[in-house]
């Protein structure tokens, strides 16, 4: 079998106003299975849009290239079916659900991708047992659970809120996009320690970032850098600290 | 034959005189139009809210032909007085309904034709659905027909609309303006309508906004004290073309200003906004049919109204979104502030929407005064009759200033103090 | 394709099957002549063995519904109706009111329990899960056409003082309440439905809550149209004295057929000092099938008068069926510092056609009301909220809150908001908000993400949206009316 997650030639545009906008142009990006990579690269060089398209959002249309995860094709998955076959994705701004109680948004969710994965769901009992546990973990207050999915949450409650679905959900790949923005170092090391629980031979996480911090809890195998459409350099753990101190620009005008 | 019977149509039997002599085809229909249906009772959806029994008893003849220019002039000051930036505008000044030259100053920017020469009514109106503009179409008498050319900023106009009533005079008045912006053109207009006394004005302004023109509108209804004026606007807005109008309700014994805006193409945005500063026994109807009629357009609507002794405010404001119309995205603000036991205000904002991929929102308030502000400004030192007056301009401030004429607002803010410190205690 | 656009595809292919209550009882029934008559009147007042002044009663409303015409304000059209092609009195033919159980028609026991309503006392108890023990019985009121066909727990009921009956039965047994308080919210002539209402209306419920008695159980009562061409006209009278309180429920099926079906009901509550009357509907009368054939008209009057000092009158109404629906649950605020609530969900699929809303009028001092109005359109339908919020000057401290909100799912639907607002009192307080919108591609997709089937993405967002008027209902309704919601609007996606 080839890689876990395999990324080839992925080309993808959106059409805003009626115009075609370019964004993806050609990413390739292997991940092996057991592995933390990172994507790092300057704003609107397409991080987000490449997340987006992975997860199955239908704006982007993808106009060339492949996905290949776990040896199936994932661009032909509908976006739950993604999430049942083990992808996850923390969104850079979660959506408010407004009425949509978040304990019971947290039991749908896990109970239709236990179905889908062969797995017996969950009761109320057992399941409200499993959150709040979780919940504890990240250090979130248990009234979260009772609020609506996102609504009134600060940007640091989101977040974690991400966290707290990614633990319940228990993918097998999952993608962090800019999780840490705007965390303090508490929140940061909570979401740090969330992934690293998950941390296993068959897991693997794409960390989308612009900061060394978070990698310093994290410990990724390897470093990509995003620019215009497409991953320009690649390299060790080194690279993200040299872009912590140099910036983009030197990377940029080189790969120019 | 146009023989109407006083015991059937109500106030239409007014007219019924001046209505036997009309003659032309399009006259002629309006006046077939309104043997139909009459002048609107509250018993008509439009009109649920405004009676036109101010309108009295006695039929209105046509206006005189001839007018007091010395009492004209004054009015005329009067309006330059409370804001002397306006002086230097160009002005079309209309006197009981018809041009008057010799009061009017002309702009090389802006053509200028009169309805007495053109008789064009233009298309926009809708007479057959409209009572009052089908009376206007029947009885017009005058109009200024202006236009802007392409591209061209033609600054700001000032048209002014004099009613010289007695106590009780009897006669009405039905000017049909018409506005032409052609593509990229730009207006401010300003028109103020004032005047003393009794009389009816009922005017019918047909504009049309070309692609990417801008027209600011903005009305003051300044009329006489006995006198009942109810205007109609129909304005339809090409692709990325603004209408921006503002109407200010504050003197006359009935007011009311309706506004038929249609975006015609994408990109296209409409402001309908007001204020009413009623007092007495005065009726004030603000009323407004925004129509999207072309994907991705905005509109937006804020109109407050400050109520006091018996007055009545009215606000009926309805957006349709039709199916076509996309990405809407309209916004519709209606509210009231209520200064003495005996007002009321009567608000019916509607939505009709027919397109699914739109944001539409409306909200309406009623209420009085502020206690807990009142007592802290009051704490501070400031009188209760300054720290109320305070509070009223606080309640206005944001709307004002929408205008985006500065002359225009500052007209308005005038005519606002002028009315607070007489309506204040009333 | 965007979501959006599947799921208005996936709209418009749905179909009838959903209505899953649109089975026929095959059941002998005694059926007056087709038409409307003085004749015919009498015959209603005589088969339900009434006194004389409640014959001259349906005959003054009768006379008075003669010199009226229907209703053409509201945005919904239809053929004209054809008031003389319509059955006016349809019974299980059995002796009018089965005094217990074991004398009702075990076709009819059938269809009740097909429709999940238990009659069975015993059954019902049984049923009551040990451990869940604060779980109240309800008690049942079951009306089939024009009669009511059986009503449960009377005798516990009667115990407290309260009664529960049929309102045939009220008008033979309690003439005096009847008397006193029918027509004395919704006069007969109050409008073209209420007033043939009052001319034939054939059964019902009755409810009287003597002072000082919380109601020891929900009341409920289930209305089923069975027979062809008939109208139901019921009427429903619930009075709660001082100090008092009731919560009822009502909930309404019909059988799937071509031809339209009249139903138009009156219902009055009238509460006194410090009672508290709860009514909740679910109203899922058959809505026709997708080419807009079929269906009920549902033009009914409910208005409820707040007389007391600090009494309450909460409408709550889940509103997914019928063809046209008409209807402005109201309350008349007259008590000084009484409260008025309306909460409600509209769903229209198909061609459904629903003009609702409500009106609360101010009369006491310190008055309160609160609406709160979820329409959702889909498929080619259109839904209206209209609704009246009137200040009397007398009315000082009033208060009122409205917020109306409206999704469309696809392009092919309606949903209109038309408040009226009336204030004359300058202390008062009115606030109104209303917004239009769509299922957000975000909301959708966030929950696809985390693998909820597209279908069940909508379900969840929409019961979202609908979770401050759902929370309103008892806890068995609140459950049932969150699976109609998702049934309603089923298809709707993938
Ligand atoms: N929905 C959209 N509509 C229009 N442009 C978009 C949309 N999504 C992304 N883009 C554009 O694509 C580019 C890449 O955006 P994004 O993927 O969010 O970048 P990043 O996450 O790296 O900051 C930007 O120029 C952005 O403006
Ligand atoms: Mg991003």
Redesign the pocket.
């Known amino acids: 079998m080839s890689q876990f997650l395999e990324i080839s030639g992925l080309n993808a545009r959106?059409?805003?106003?009626g115009q075609e906008?370019q964004?993806l142009r050609g990413v390739d990006l292997s991940i092996p299975p057991g592995e933390v990579h990172v994507i790092m690269?300057?704003?609107?060089?397409?991080?987000?849009?490449?997340?987006?398209v992975l997860a199955g959002r239908e704006?982007?249309e993808v106009t060339a290239g492949s996905v290949l995860f776990k040896g199936q094709d994932l661009l032909a998955m509908a976006p739950e079916e993604r999430a049942a076959a083990g992808l996850f994705l923390a969104f850079?701004s979660p959506v408010e659900l407004p009425g949509v109680n978040n304990a019971n948004f947290l039991r749908t969710a896990v109970n239709a991708v236990r179905r889908a994965r062969g797995q017996e769901e969950l009761d109320a009992v057992a399941f409200l047992k499993l959150a709040r546990e979780a919940a504890k973990t990240l250090s979130m207050a248990p009234d979260m659970l009772k609020r609506n999915v996102n609504v009134g949450f600060s940007g640091g409650e989101k977040k974690r809120n991400e966290v707290l679905q990614m633990t319940l959900l228990q993918p097998s790949f999952a993608i962090l996009?800019?999780t840490d923005s705007g965390l303090d170092v508490d929140a940061l090391r909570v979401v740090a320690e969330g992934v690293n629980r998950l941390r296993a031979p068959t897991f693997s996480a794409l960390v989308?970032t612009h900061h060394q911090k978070l990698l310093d809890y994290l410990v990724p195998d390897r470093i990509h850098v995003?620019a215009r459409?497409r991953i320009i350099l690649s390299g060790g753990p080194e690279l993200a600290r040299q872009i912590d101190q140099e910036g983009y620009a030197k990377f940029l005008s080189e790969a120019a | 034959m146009n023989t109407i019977s006083p015991d059937r149509s109500g106030p239409l039997a007014l007219f019924s005189q001046r209505l036997e002599g009309v003659a032309g085809a399009e006259r002629q229909q309006a006046v077939a139009a309104l043997q139909r249906v009459g002048l609107p009772s509250r018993r008509v959806e439009a009109w649920k809210y405004t009676a036109l029994r101010a309108l009295g008893q006695t039929s209105l003849a046509a206006p005189a032909a001839t007018y007091d220019v010395m009492a004209a002039r004054a009015v005329l000051d009067d309006v330059l007085a409370a804001q002397d930036t306006l002086a230097g505008l160009p002005r079309l000044v209309f006197v009981n309904g018809r041009h008057a030259p010799e009061l009017s100053v002309l702009s090389e920017a802006i053509k200028v034709t009169f309805f007495v020469d053109t008789l064009r009514f233009g298309t926009a109106a809708a007479p057959d659905r409209d009572p009052l503009v089908a009376l206007n179409t029947a009885l017009a008498e005058d109009g200024a027909q202006m236009q802007v050319e392409a591209g061209v900023d033609a600054g700001a106009l000032l048209l002014l609309s004099i009613g010289l009533g007695g106590q009780d005079s009897t006669f009405s008045f039905h000017p049909r303006h018409a506005v032409v912006l052609e593509a990229g053109a730009r207006l401010a207009l300003l028109c103020v309508q004032a005047g003393q006394g009794a009389y009816f004005h009922n005017p019918v302004t047909d504009i049309s906004v070309g692609n990417g023109a801008a027209l600011e509108h903005v009305t003051l209804q300044l009329e006489g004290d006995a006198a009942v004026s109810l205007g109609t606007v129909y304005a339809n807005v090409a692709g990325e073309g603004v209408y921006d109008s503002f109407a200010l309700g504050v003197d006359g014994l009935l007011l009311r200003h309706e506004v038929h805006a249609r975006l015609g193409a994408s990109r296209a945005a409409v402001h309908v906004n007001g204020v009413q500063r009623l007092g007495a026994t005065q009726v004030g109807d603000m009323t407004s049919v925004i129509t999207h009629a072309a994907p991705d357009c905005i509109s937006r609507q804020t109109v407050r109204n400050v109520l006091d002794g018996h007055a009545r405010g009215v606000f009926q404001g309805k957006v349709l979104v039709e199916q076509i119309a996309q990405k809407t995205d309209g916004y519709q603000m209606n509210q009231a502030l209520l200064l003495s036991p005996d007002a009321e205000i009567d608000a019916k904002p509607e939505l009709e929407i027919y397109a699914d991929d739109v944001r539409c929102s409306h909200g309406a308030t009623v209420g009085a005064l502020d206690d807990e502000q009142l007592f802290y400004l009051r704490s501070r030192g400031v009188p209760e009759a300054q720290a109320r007056q305070m509070l009223i301009e606080a309640f206005l401030d944001e709307t004002l200033a929408l205008i985006a004429h500065e002359g225009a607002q500052a007209l308005c803010r005038a005519m606002l103090a002028r009315k607070g410190g007489v309506g204040a205690s009333a | 394709m965007p979501v959006a656009t599947e799921t208005k595809e996936a709209v418009e292919k749905l179909g009838q099957s959903t209505y899953k209550w649109g089975f026929e009882t095959d059941i002998e029934m005694d059926l007056a002549p087709k038409g409307l008559n003085e004749d015919i009147i009498r015959l209603i007042s005589s088969r339900k063995e009434e006194p004389g002044w409640m014959l001259e009663w349906r005959l003054a409303a009768f006379r008075t519904w003669q010199s009226m015409e229907d209703p053409k304000w509201a945005k919904v059209s239809y053929p004209p109706i054809d008031y003389q092609d319509i059955h006016y009195y349809a019974a299980p033919r059995s002796k009018a009111g089965p005094k217990s159980l074991d004398e009702v028609d075990p076709a009819l026991l059938k269809t009740y329990e097909k429709l999940g309503i238990p009659l069975h006392e015993q059954a019902l108890l049984a049923g009551v899960e040990p451990g869940e023990g604060e779980r109240l019985p309800v008690a049942v009121d079951a009306v089939f056409d024009s009669v009511s066909v059986a009503t449960t727990f009377r005798k516990t009921l009667a115990e407290a003082g309260v009664i529960f009956c049929p309102i045939s039965e009220a008008i033979r047994e309690h003439p005096d309440l009847v008397r006193r308080y029918l027509g004395s919210v919704v006069p007969a002539g109050d409008n073209f439905y209420s007033a043939l209402n009052s001319a034939v209306f054939t059964d019902g419920s009755f409810v009287y809550v003597p002072k000082g008695v919380r109601c020891p159980m929900e009341l409920s009562t289930y209305f089923r149209i069975n027979a062809r061409n008939t109208g139901q006209f019921e009427r429903t009278l619930i009075v709660v004295e001082e100090g008092a309180s009731v919560s009822y429920l009502e909930g309404c099926t019909a059988p799937m057929r071509d031809e339209n079906q009249l139903h138009a009901a009156v219902v009055e509550l009238v509460a006194m000092d410090d009672a508290s009357i709860k009514y909740s509907t679910v109203q899922n009368w058959y809505p026709g099938d997708e080419e807009g054939r079929g269906g009920i008209y549902n033009f009914v009057t409910k208005r409820g008068a707040c007389r007391g000092a600090r009494s309450k009158i909460s409408w709550t109404q889940v509103e997914t069926g019928s063809a046209i629906t008409w209807k402005y649950p109201s309350c008349i605020l007259q008590g000084e510092g009484s409260v008025g609530e309306f909460y409600s969900v509209a769903v229209t699929n198909n061609c459904q056609q629903a003009d609702t809303g409500t009106k609360m009028i101010h009369l006491g001092r310190n008055t309160r009301s609160t609406i709160i109005a979820k329409t959702i359109s889909a498929g080619r339908s259109d839904s209206t909220y209209r609704g009246l919020v009137r200040v009397q000057p007398k009315a000082s401290g009033a208060r009122n809150f409205t917020q109306c909100d409206s999704l469309l799912i696809g392009d092919k639907c309606g949903a209109h908001t038309v408040p009226y607002i009336e204030c004359r009192n300058m202390a008062a307080r009115v606030e109104h908000e209303a917004t239009t919108s769509k299922i957000s591609e975000d909301q959708l997709f966030y929950c696809r993400q985390r693998g909820l089937s597209e279908e069940d993405a909508v379900g969840l967002i929409v019961n979202g949206f609908c979770r401050d008027v759902l929370k309103e209902l008892p806890m068995e309704f609140a459950v049932e009316a969150q699976k109609l919601l998702q049934i309603s609007l089923e298809g709707s996606v993938g």
């Open positions: 959106i059409d805003a106003d906008k964004i690269g300057p704003n609107g060089s397409g991080k987000s849009t490449l997340s987006y704006d982007y850079q996009d800019e989308i995003m459409g």
